[in-house]
T-cell receptor, first 109, second 114 residues
Framework: DGGITQSPKYLFRKEGQNVTLSCEQN?????MYWYRQDPGQGLRLIYY???????QKGDIAEGYSVSREKKESFPLTVTSAQKNPTAFYLC????????FGPGTRLTVL | DAKTTQPPSMDCAEGRAANLPCNHS???????VYWYRQIHSQGPQYIIH???NNETNEMASLIITEDRKSSTLILPHATLRDTAVYYC???????????????FGSGTQLTVLP
């Protein structure tokens, strides 16, 4: 069953902790993306990667980091430097269309 | 990417066709019209895209006007599960070799009523 998986679905973090969100795709797509969505708003791009071992900052990269060691995987780390990390995080990949994962809802306690 | 304008909300009776309009008067010749939808607390779902000809797939039909300045997404027999925010996006063709973000506006909240 092809697609994009994200884990965990829900994540709780204490202030000051780094957390890593997982994103895996088996669609053989080169390009992968991380978006953030706040309640009632559209998606904002955090980071994207066009190819393995390469990635670029999006519109709101501060306080986040990524890696792209494998084509299938594009994990996102939310660091303690991110001032307002509570949000819905979406991973996507693109071939001829852009497909999205189910999302991870991060809550900072 | 060209700007799009959509009504903020629409209602549709279950079993009837839902027609969602989108205006994109500044669309360029090489820009496609894409439609996605997002059901509450889920990731956006690709529906359909087109350049200038009408397109149909198992989910919906896309009607693009001859001048390409507007389009309509048609869900032929709406069900309660079609209740979602529908986004119309105009941009150059998404391809594997060009990583570019999709710019989602506010979209149209479609509510299918029983």
């Amino acid at each position: 069953d092809g697609g994009i998986t994200q884990s965990p679905k829900y994540l709780f973090r204490k202030e000051g902790q780094n957390v890593t969100l997982s994103c895996e795709q088996n669609l053989n797509h080169d390009a992968m993306y991380w978006y953030r969505q706040d309640p009632g708003q559209g998606l904002r791009l955090i980071y994207y990667s066009q190819i393995v071992n390469d990635f670029q900052k999006g519109d709101i990269a501060e306080g986040y980091s990524v890696s792209r060691e494998k084509k299938e995987s594009f994990p996102l780390t939310v660091t303690s430097a991110q001032k307002n990390p509570t949000a819905f995080y979406l991973c996507a990949s693109s071939g001829n269309e852009q497909f999205f994962g189910p999302g991870t809802r991060l809550t900072v306690l | 990417d060209a700007k799009t304008t959509q009504p903020p909300s629409m209602d549709c009776a279950e079993g009837r066709a839902a027609n969602l309009p989108c205006n994109h008067s500044t669309i360029s010749g090489n820009e496609y019209v894409y439609w996605y939808r997002q059901i509450h607390s889920q990731g956006p779902q690709y529906i359909i895209h087109g350049l200038k000809n009408n397109e149909t797939n198992e989910m919906a039909s896309l009607i693009i006007t001859e001048d390409r300045k507007s389009s309509t997404l048609i869900l032929p027999h709406a069900t309660l599960r079609d209740t979602a925010v529908y986004y119309c996006i105009v941009r150059v063709l998404i391809s594997s070799g060009s990583a570019r973000q999709l710019t989602f506006g506010s979209g149209t909240q479609l509510t299918v009523l029983p």
